[in-house]
């Protein structure tokens, strides 16, 4: 009555998960184009999406896509070997054993009308299956804690995931090594199955499986003499339809062997009763925790690989993009392919930001997109790893579940964008990531953010008027000479006689009629105005937030004045100071 509780109630867990999941796909966005959008409306997307791709030659792609990515893994297989072996012992070997053992009474039996559990090959397989998840978790442990792969982060889920595989496959086995030596288990089989008999024939049965099927009994030792397991085969005759040698389940066997010293007194002490309980409640616990923790990606890799081989953002309904993207954070594996190949994961080293690392920013938008709350420090965190992302698609390219990366970081950076923290990182007009969605927003969405980054800078520091004001020399920032004389980057600084060559060279200059008023300094005058510790009239300078970092003013400066890095320089330390201010956390 217990276990058939704990099983209903553990599959109960199960569907309510999945059924939470799958609507969450439907109710949560990235994308802009899923505002104020229903889940019904986007459900509907999705099915019409189902239908016209069922319907189509796009049929032949999700076939092929099924056997080679999906069944073969060849997209792990083209990333590592170890990693492919891996995934392919542990999903494999998981999905057969759920199908031929644990769901026995509803395959096995349905599809072989002889089948037995403890009659080969099932005997055989079932040990054979669990070995392949063994080792692959084995192989698994190896690579997140042994083999220091670089930027490689190792969350709790990932050690639950292990943990909990780990603990079904050892307490199998174990029990199916303590059941082969019961004594207790075989008086029930007898009891249960077997006729009757006088006690010469009962102890000549007991001896043939003390001799060859492994039990070990406490009043019964060998050798025997031939004529005794003749008598005992005679009557084993009726067993062997349902009973193989166990020696064909060889792990359990193994186990068998190992603790026969101990057998009696385990078996008196309960052990088999107790491993089942265990053994059968990990199995109900990881079928409960399925659709919450990573594991949950068994089932939604395979989607996320099936429908990005068949949609395309172009030509897609956006609708169902967003539907997809959200699908997408469940079907990550938290493999770290993407944070091994990322071009700017090595600034995780100076920057210790999480976010920066594709793998982390999946599991921080997942989070904030179920509507978990981040503080402005773990939103600014957020934003910062989407925003240092050059766009290279190396990320996309590995994936093995085939995730599309770009597109994903493309929506959260303009989600994140309109709950209004100010992003330094775009105040360059050429900045890459604006660049790409000009074509998809209008010119007020597209221009907010940099205004508002720009906004805040101006605020921090105080506007003045350099035509018509007095500067007071007590008012004068010597640290911003220091600091500038100590930087590599910006020491020349002091070389500058203001010729005017960087002005006359810098392509935003010649932008504008009268480049004075539109920029409030000019290169040549925002250096001078460096040197001479006026940091409130440099920063409020607009000339220095819309430099492209084109360097034509630092190669024809004859004095060897590194004007554009200077400007790099001064936007640093005003994002410094910003934050010191603490208008940013």
């Given at each position: 009555m217990f276990f058939t509780v704990s099983l209903y109630v553990a599959l109960a867990i199960f569907v309510f998960g999945l059924v939470f999941k799958a609507s969450a796909w439907f109710r949560y966005r990235l994308s802009p184009a899923a505002a104020d959008i229903s889940a019904a409306k986007r459900v509907l997307a999705a099915v019409r999406g189902i239908v016209r791709t069922v319907f189509s030659a796009k049929i032949l792609t999700l076939l092929k896509v099924l056997l080679l990515e999906v069944l073969l893994q060849t997209r792990t297989l083209r990333e590592s070997r170890l990693r492919w072996w891996m995934h392919f012992l542990i999903y494999v070997g998981f999905m057969l054993l759920l199908l031929m053992h644990a769901l026995e009474k509803i395959v096995s039996a349905a599809l072989f009308s002889d089948y037995y559990s403890t009659v080969n090959p099932f005997m055989f397989l079932r040990d054979f299956f669990g070995l392949m998840v063994l080792v692959g978790v084995a192989l698994a442990v190896y690579r997140r804690f042994f083999m220091k792969l670089p930027r490689l982060q190792t969350a709790a889920m990932d050690?639950?995931?292990?943990?909990?595989?780990?603990?079904?496959?050892?307490?199998?086995?174990?029990?199916?090594?303590?059941?082969?030596?019961?004594?207790?288990?075989?008086?029930?089989?007898?009891?249960?199955?077997?006729?009757?008999?006088?006690?010469?024939?009962?102890?000549a049965l007991e001896s043939l499986w003390v001799k060859e099927y492994g039990v070990v009994s406490p009043e019964l030792k060998g050798p025997f003499e031939d004529e005794v397991l003749e008598m005992g085969r005679g009557l084993n005759e009726s067993c062997i339809t349902c009973h193989s040698r166990p020696q064909w389940a060889f792990v359990g066997y193994g186990v068998s062997r190992?603790?026969?010293?101990?057998?009696?007194?385990?078996?008196?002490?309960?052990?088999?009763?107790?491993?089942?309980?265990?053994?059968?409640?990990?199995?109900?616990?990881?079928?409960?925790?399925?659709?919450?923790?990573?594991?949950?990606?068994?089932?939604?890799?395979?989607?996320?690989?099936?429908?990005n081989a068949v949609m395309d953002r172009e030509t897609a309904d956006p609708l169902n993009v967003a539907t997809r993207q959200i699908m997408e954070l469940d079907a990550c594996m938290h493999c770290g392919s993407c944070t091994l190949r990322c071009s700017v994961g090595i600034s995780f080293e100076a920057i210790p930001n999480r976010n920066i690392l594709p793998s982390e920013k999946v599991g921080a938008l997942k989070a904030w997109v179920s509507g978990k709350t981040l503080d402005q420090r773990g939103l600014k965190l957020l934003q910062e790893g989407l925003l240092l992302c050059t766009n290279c698609l190396r990320c996309t390219g590995v994936c093995p579940a085939g995730i599309n990366l770009q597109e994903l970081w493309l929506d959260a950076r303009e989600a994140v964008l309109q709950k209004g923290m100010p992003e330094f990182l775009l105040l360059s007009p050429l900045s890459l990531y604006r660049g790409l969605m000009r074509g998809s927003l209008d010119e007020d969405r597209y221009a907010a953010p940099a205004r508002l980054a720009t906004d805040t800078i101006g605020n921090t520091f105080k506007e003045i008027d350099a035509q018509n004001q007095t500067f007071d020399p007590?008012?004068?920032?010597?640290?911003?000479?220091?600091?500038?004389?100590?930087?590599?980057?910006?020491?020349?600084?002091?070389?500058?006689?203001?010729?005017?060559?960087?002005?006359?060279?810098?392509p935003v200059v010649h932008n504008y009629e009268r480049p004075w008023e539109a920029l409030g300094l000019v290169p040549h005058q925002i250096i001078h105005s460096a040197a001479l510790g006026l940091s409130d009239l440099v920063y409020n300078a607009k000339m220095l937030w819309l430099c492209v970092g084109c360097y034509q003013c630092q190669q024809q400066c004859p004095q060897g004045v590194r004007v554009a890095d200077v400007l790099y320089e001064l936007k640093n330390r005003a994002f410094k100071k910003v934050k010191a201010m603490k208008l940013l956390v």
């Open positions: 050690q639950y995931a292990i943990i909990i595989l780990a603990v079904i496959m050892l307490s199998g086995f174990l029990l199916e090594g303590i059941k082969i030596t019961s004594h207790t288990r075989y008086q029930e089989m007898v009891e249960a199955y077997g006729d009757a008999g006088d006690e010469e024939e009962l102890k190992a603790v026969a010293p101990a057998a009696v007194g385990l078996d008196k002490a309960g052990l088999p009763a107790l491993l089942w309980y265990l053994h059968f409640m990990a199995c109900f616990i990881g079928l409960a925790y399925l659709p919450f923790s990573k594991m949950f990606h068994i089932l939604t890799t395979p989607l996320s690989l099936l429908a007590a008012a004068l920032d010597k640290d911003l000479v220091k600091h500038l004389g100590e930087s590599p980057l910006s020491s020349t600084f002091k070389y500058c006689f203001t010729c005017q060559t960087c002005t006359t060279a810098c």
